[in-house]
């Protein structure tokens, strides 16, 4: 008990001491709403690994190092999410598509979702990375555990494996 109370006291010096800088640091690069969500996020990271940050005139620089990297994570997940609104921009056309289209589409991804049950649990998981989540190959390679070049490679034969069972279905084509 007295070790947490320790902490929390330790934490309340290095949060008060920091807060600011932190908050202006990220206030200078993104609106106000978003400064504060990143803001706690890096206390946050600082909250979890206390025992890690350094103490004294150390503790602003090893901040603005995790504020680096929460901010690179608030950079990506803003442009996913502009990549996905542009991908589903079909959503808000001003026509309803017709029945009919809507009984096609549903009937040609069930189609895709069939074949990909269909493919090894690997070759899922390595078109679920790449396509779904747009993960660039050096990520997915580092979580499957091999190089970047591996993972193209990986993903080239998955690519062919769908098709070919897309094949089975009647679709003829599938882009990579």
Known sequence: ???????????????????????????????????????ADTFLVAWRRLDAVPEGDRTLPWLYG????????????????????????????ETAPTPEVLVVRRSEDQEVIDAL???????????????????PYDQVGELLGCSAHAAAQRRYRAVQHLARELGTTGHKQVTS
């Open 1 to 39: 008990m007295v070790s947490s109370q320790r902490d929390e006291e330790r934490f309340q010096r290095m949060y008060s001491a920091n807060a600011r800088p932190v908050y202006s640091y990220f206030l200078r690069r993104v609106d106000a709403e978003a400064a504060q969500d990143l803001t």
């Open 66 to 93: 995790v504020a680096r990297r929460v901010l690179a994570n608030h950079y990506r997940s803003t442009a996913r999410s502009r990549r996905l609104f542009t991908r589903v921009s079909w959503l808000r056309q």
């Open 117 to 135: 049950g269909r493919l090894r649990p690997d070759d899922q998981e390595l078109l679920r990375l790449t396509v779904w989540e747009e993960l």
